[in-house]
């Protein structure tokens, strides 16, 4: 039986992890809110005193962290695991960062004989709960091919994107694309709303015919149009506007770095961040229709 230890058991981390449990892996676990440890050994997993503790006896280290800095704690602080973890041990970071992390942690890793992938996942709460998560993997193809089973026990679709950093890189991609759809479907709906459309045709409208997109298709941002959807919840669950403001700006960051030009992402950056000023940081995304209705001139 393969043993993962499993660090960060966040909004997403949590169900994952229960979903490795349910397929047959072993479990050790370790996170800073007792609550959740304690939620994830009840279903079997080993609660863990430390990251150190989790890591003991592991064959693959799975972590799924805030930010860069803390995944380059983990691995390569001063008293990170790379003290500790044998050689051919698969590390895979399911954390969204900054490909230079990524990077860095897995030349130091690797100088060490650790293997590593960056997997950022796609596909928010309901997915990993779901079992149906994507999975954008950056690494050599041997590392990708080791962690292919254990990511299909959580994922549904496991995409190779590239070398060390590429995951990630392709993460911020997809989501400055749907920041960008998500401001234009609203922006749609509301100038419709505010000329006398009937929000729920329009949407049909709008999906039969160029202007079809994932949004109208499964995430419609305005209350009451589609069932079992944030907009209709208040904006509550789905993905928080401070988690896409986080991945906007690694794009950003990303595209000053390569030069790239990305006025429409650089805008959707400064309405989010806008957005998350005013107090709207833990609601969904979508609720960025509410902003923009509040704009009205």
């Known amino acids: 039986m393969t043993t993962v230890a499993f660090i960060g058991l966040g909004n997403m981390g949590g169900p994952m992890a229960k979903n490795l449990l349910k397929n047959g892996f072993q479990v050790r676990a370790f996170d800073l809110v007792q609550a959740a440890l304690d939620a994830l050994a009840g279903e079997g997993a080993y609660a863990a005193k430390s990251a150190h503790d989790a890591a003991e006896g592991a064959d693959v280290v799975l972590s799924m962290l805030p930010a860069g800095k803390h995944v380059r704690d983990l691995y390569i602080g001063d008293n990170g695991l790379m003290s500790m973890l044998p050689e051919g041990t698969l590390v895979i970071d399911s954390s969204t960062i900054d490909a230079g992390s990524a990077r860095a ?147 950003q960051e990303t595209a000053m770095q390569s030069k790239s030009a990305t006025p429409m992402g650089s805008l959707a950056n400064s309405l989010y961040t806008m957005h998350s000023n005013q107090g709207n940081g833990k609601k969904d995304f979508s609720s960025i229709f509410q902003m923009l209705q509040e704009l009205k001139g």
């Open 105 to 251: 942690v897995s030349e130091v890793l690797q100088s060490k004989g650790i293997r590593f992938v960056d997997a950022p996942v796609s596909g928010g709460v309901g997915g990993a709960v779901a079992g149906t998560l994507t999975f954008i993997v950056g690494g050599s193809d041997d590392n990708f091919a080791a962690a292919k089973p254990v990511l299909e026990a959580m994922g549904k679709n496991i995409f190779h994107a590239g070398d060390t950093g590429a995951g990630q890189v392709a993460k911020i991609c997809n989501n400055m694309l749907l920041s960008i759809l998500m401001v234009g479907t609203s922006e749609a709906l509301q100038m419709g709303i505010q000329n006398g459309l009937d929000p729920k045709v329009l949407s049909q409208i709008m999906l039969q015919s160029s202007g079809r997109n994932w949004t109208l298709e499964v995430y419609n941002p305005c209350p009451d149009v589609m069932e079992n959807v944030p907009s209709s919840n208040d904006y509550n669950g789905g993905f928080m506007v401070d988690l896409m403001k986080k991945d906007l700006g690694l794009a």
